[in-house]
């Protein structure tokens, strides 16, 4: 009984482990697209909370189903 609870256990655990590479792989990704377009460099700390901000853009408007997406200023392209 011990073996096929360790077995299982260890599967789940594989399986986790490859989601999490996975993860891993499409944030790098993102990471590099974020870095070469500039946007990281504009990555600021704000209060409350140092919470990460950016300055947008508000002459560029609102985006998606309610207008709350906006473009980051500064970033022609991404």
Same mark, same amino acid.
């Given at each position: 009984m011990v073996v096929w609870w360790d077995t299982g &256990?260890?599967?789940?655990?594989?399986?986790? @482990? &490859?989601?999490?590479?996975?993860?891993?792989t499409t944030l790098q990704a993102n990471h590099d697209a974020w870095v070469?377009?500039?946007?990281?460099?504009?990555?600021? &700390?704000c209060d409350p909370g140092n919470r990460p901000c950016i300055q947008v853009d508000e002459s560029a408007g609102g985006f998606g189903t309610n207008s709350d997406?906006? @473009? @980051?200023a500064g970033l022609l392209e991404f």
């Open positions: &256990t260890r599967s789940n655990l594989q399986d986790e @482990i &490859t989601e999490l590479r996975d993860s891993i070469k377009a500039g946007m990281l460099g504009k990555l600021n &700390t997406y906006r @473009i @980051i």
